[in-house]
């Protein structure tokens, strides 16, 4: 059992969205907010801080999927890993279900 976390940001005039979903056992939850950012790479870095400060119901091992590859690069975190449709392993479906999230 373990966690699959995907954040996805949309940079908008004045702010940045972003989405996060978390994937466990087949079943997910997901959250909303906006960041006084304006860049994608700031917004996704602060969410992937932010989120590695929640408290989860269990202890089991988390993986936190982004498009932004400076963020993964940047923050050098065995558990950020890059998710895309480019990268080696395409995108993982809780990344794909956040970008999903931010444009229904």
Excluded: K
């Amino acid at each position: 059992m373990s966690y699959a976390i995907g954040i996805a940001a949309f940079c908008a005039a004045d702010h940045t969205e972003i989405a996060v979903v978390i994937q466990r056992d087949g079943r997910s939850t997901s959250r909303l907010w906006r960041s006084a950012h304006l860049d994608a790479h700031n917004a996704v870095a602060e969410a992937v801080a932010r989120v590695q400060t929640w408290r989860f119901s269990t202890d089991a091992p988390r993986t936190i999927y982004v498009r932004q590859q400076s963020v993964v690069t940047m923050l050098r975190d065995p558990l950020v890993q890059w998710s895309s449709a480019r990268a080696p392993d395409g995108e993982h479906p809780a990344l794909r279900a956040a970008v999903d999230l931010l444009f229904r």
